[in-house]
């Protein structure tokens, strides 16, 4: 349940492979620096915010993380979340969030469901991360074109039709900044990959701002200096907020750090070959996220794009991931006196190109082209990601794709009588097991379930069930296709079975498979019926039924 991957991978630690890692956490340190301090601005929030964030989460979830090279830190889907968070309850309403949401990540955990993480629709998280894109990209426009705005409106909508009644206020040399920045990590990018191409971006148009003289506005003019040192940790009181009222923005952060951590630690399995521990992997998270509380930064998870630069650099143990904490500790010991002439246009920029990035286009457009219940759950989740609030558009989103798979399982469920089929329809010439090649007693009844049987399928069995004209002395009920059966078809066969009992009808099961004699066996309903009612296949329950018949017939 919890064995962390670096006390296991330190026994066989060694000299290069040090040195492999301390190249790669430098280079991802210097790549998290200008990130960390852009989602925390984003978010509503000092840069230092950020890099509390980086420099506890991305030290413990490698630390204590189930994964080899994973590294954690914010990102940008707790954007929206945590800027909302911050308006409705201000910083002390987000840490307890926090709090809560590591608990349950712990218990998650705990209680071994790292593994049911990726039953998550495909079609919720595309909906609710290109949401996300969209969204991070509306509130970086201000920044980006240095719009005079006194006020920027939380809702979508509005917020776009105040940025375009202040279009006639854009400053050139914010716009230029900015536009610059994107155009540098893109040029850098493709003609040096492995270059920190954000870092540069940063570094060089702050370096024009400084030498022109450009009158934009800067991490120091808005928040001043940032602090050299990482804060004396602490919890701020909850006042008069209900924590009743923090529990699903709470639940929310837990579910986006688990699908993200286990999403980045699932592509760096494929990069490095390797194998996560997920449950691990989840308690690390939850450890980390109430650290970053009690030391004043942001809900943290795993990064894949920093992941990513990771491996690519050469990490080959978390250790890489210690360094990179180590790294930013130092820049902000060494540095952060000059982060104050960090134009916000170019950290604009920045994230800008994070958006860009994790819009999820290609798989967007492709969902567009499936079947139309996951366009469904697709547009609903993007539009309430965009539109309403990133916590409902999860919840309705899970709950619709569950919906929509419950009705696809009731489709594909039959319930059929295939007593006539010995007068002339084949099952199947090749089957051994095809039902028209046995001959079936005068006085029984067959019928075959196909599918889950589940609750989605009740009425489908009554109704079939129902239209048996004429009551027999034995009914076989053919399940050999049911792969599992729920409470609810467990309640309906005990229902089946007390009506057999007032008809004076015999009933007998054939081939029954693994979950559903467990299920039958736990609840006493073998029993009940009788284990010589239980056949392995449709000859010992035509077998069973002769013998019965003539048993009645003495």
């Known amino acids: 349940m919890f064995r962390p991957k670096l006390f296991t991978l330190l026994r066989t630690y060694n000299r290069a492979t040090f040195m492999a890692d301390a190249i790669a956490g430098i280079t991802v340190g210097i790549v998290?620096?200008?990130?960390?301090?852009?989602?925390?601005?984003?978010?509503?929030?000092?840069?230092?915010?950020?890099?509390?964030?980086?420099?506890?989460?991305?030290?413990?979830?490698?630390?204590?993380?189930?994964?080899?090279?994973?590294?954690?830190?914010?990102?940008?889907?707790?954007?929206?979340?945590?800027?909302?968070?911050?308006?409705?309850?201000?910083?002390?309403?987000?840490v307890w969030c926090m709090l809560m949401a590591g608990v349950l990540l712990i218990l998650f955990g705990v209680f071994r469901l790292g593994g049911l993480i990726r039953f998550i629709p495909f079609p919720v998280t595309t909906g609710f991360t290109t949401g996300i894109a969209v969204v991070i990209f509306s509130t970086q426009v201000k920044d980006l074109l240095g719009l005079q705005?006194?006020?920027?409106?939380?809702?979508?909508?509005?917020?776009?039709?105040?940025?375009?009644?202040?279009?006639?206020?854009?400053?050139?040399?914010?716009?230029?900044?900015?536009?610059?920045?994107?155009?540098?990590?893109?040029?850098?990018?493709?003609?040096?990959?492995?270059?920190?191409?954000?870092?540069?971006?940063?570094?060089?148009?702050?370096?024009?701002?400084?030498?022109?003289?450009?009158?934009?506005?800067?991490?120091?003019?808005?928040?001043?200096?940032?602090?050299?040192?990482?804060?004396?940790?602490?919890?701020?009181?909850?006042?008069?907020?209900?924590?009743?009222?923090?529990?699903?923005?709470?639940?929310?952060?837990?579910?986006?750090?688990?699908?993200?951590?286990?999403?980045?630690?699932?592509?760096?399995?494929?990069?490095?070959?390797?194998?996560?521990?997920?449950n691990t992997e989840l308690i690390a998270q939850g450890v980390a996220n109430i650290a970053s509380g009690f030391f004043g930064g942001i809900p943290a998870t795993g990064a894949i794009a920093r992941t990513a630069t990771n491996v690519k650099s050469g990490a080959r143990t978390p250790v890489a991931g210690i360094i990179h904490a180590v790294v930013l500790m130092l820049i902000l010991l060494l540095f952060a006196p000059l982060a104050k002439m960090i134009p916000l246009?170019?950290?604009?920029?920045?994230?800008?190109?994070?958006?860009?990035?994790?819009?999820?286009?290609?798989?967007?457009?492709?969902?567009?082209?499936?079947?139309?219940?996951?366009?469904?759950?697709?547009?609903?989740?993007?539009?309430?990601?965009?539109?309403?609030?990133?916590?409902?558009?999860?919840?309705?989103?899970?709950?619709?794709?569950?919906?929509?798979?419950?009705?696809?399982?009731?489709?594909?469920?039959?319930?059929?009588?295939?007593?006539?089929?010995?007068?002339?329809?084949?099952?199947?010439?090749?089957?051994?097991?095809?039902?028209?090649?046995?001959?079936?007693?005068?006085?029984?009844?067959?019928?075959?379930?196909?599918?889950?049987?589940?609750?989605?399928?009740?009425?489908?069995?009554?109704?079939?069930?129902?239209n048996g004209a004429k009551t027999r002395p034995i009914l076989i009920l053919r399940i050999r296709h049911v792969p599992a059966i729920d409470a609810t078809g467990l309640h309906v066969l005990q229902d089946l079975y007390k009506t057999c009992l007032k008809e004076g009808t015999q009933l007998i099961f054939s081939g029954v498979a693994p979950q559903p004699r467990q299920v039958f066996i736990k609840s006493g309903f073998l029993e009940i019926v009788g284990p010589d009612n239980f056949c392995e296949s449709i000859d010992l329950a035509l077998e069973r039924a002769r013998v019965l018949l003539d048993k009645s017939n003495k």
Not at 218 to 246: A, C, N, V
Not at 401 to 418: D, H, P
């Open 149 to 278: 705005m006194e006020a920027v409106p939380a809702d979508f909508i509005p917020k776009w039709a105040a940025i375009f009644q202040s279009l006639e206020t854009v400053s050139f040399s914010a716009a230029l900044l900015g536009v610059g920045s994107v155009l540098i990590i893109s040029a850098s990018r493709r003609w040096c990959p492995r270059a920190p191409a954000m870092l540069i971006a940063m570094l060089i148009t702050t370096a024009v701002a400084v030498l022109f003289h450009l009158d934009v506005e800067t991490i120091g003019s808005r928040f001043g200096d940032l602090p050299r040192m990482l804060p004396s940790p602490g919890l701020p009181g909850l006042g008069t907020l209900d924590w009743k009222e923090l529990v699903p923005a709470a639940f929310t952060i837990a579910l986006l750090a688990a699908i993200e951590s286990l999403l980045s630690a699932s592509v760096a399995d494929g990069m490095i070959g390797g194998k996560h521990r997920p």
């Open 345 to 466: 246009a170019s950290l604009a920029g920045i994230l800008v190109v994070v958006a860009f990035n994790m819009s999820e286009r290609h798989h967007f457009a492709s969902i567009l082209k499936g079947p139309r219940s996951d366009r469904l759950v697709l547009l609903l989740t993007f539009a309430l990601t965009v539109l309403v609030d990133l916590t409902v558009a999860v919840e309705i989103g899970i709950v619709l794709s569950a919906l929509l798979f419950i009705r696809r399982m009731a489709e594909i469920a039959n319930v059929r009588v295939i007593t006539d089929a010995v007068c002339g329809d084949v099952d199947s010439a090749e089957d051994p097991q095809a039902f028209a090649l046995r001959e079936v007693p005068r006085g029984v009844e067959v019928y075959e379930v196909e599918g889950p049987f589940f609750f989605g399928m009740v009425d489908t069995f009554w109704n079939v069930l129902g």
């Open 32 to 94: 998290a620096l200008p990130l960390a301090m852009a989602f925390a601005i984003a978010c509503g929030l000092p840069p230092e915010r950020g890099l509390f964030t980086a420099i506890i989460a991305g030290l413990l979830i490698s630390l204590l993380g189930g994964s080899r090279v994973q590294i954690g830190g914010p990102t940008g889907a707790f954007v929206v979340i945590v800027s909302g968070l911050l308006a409705q309850f201000g910083y002390s309403g987000l």
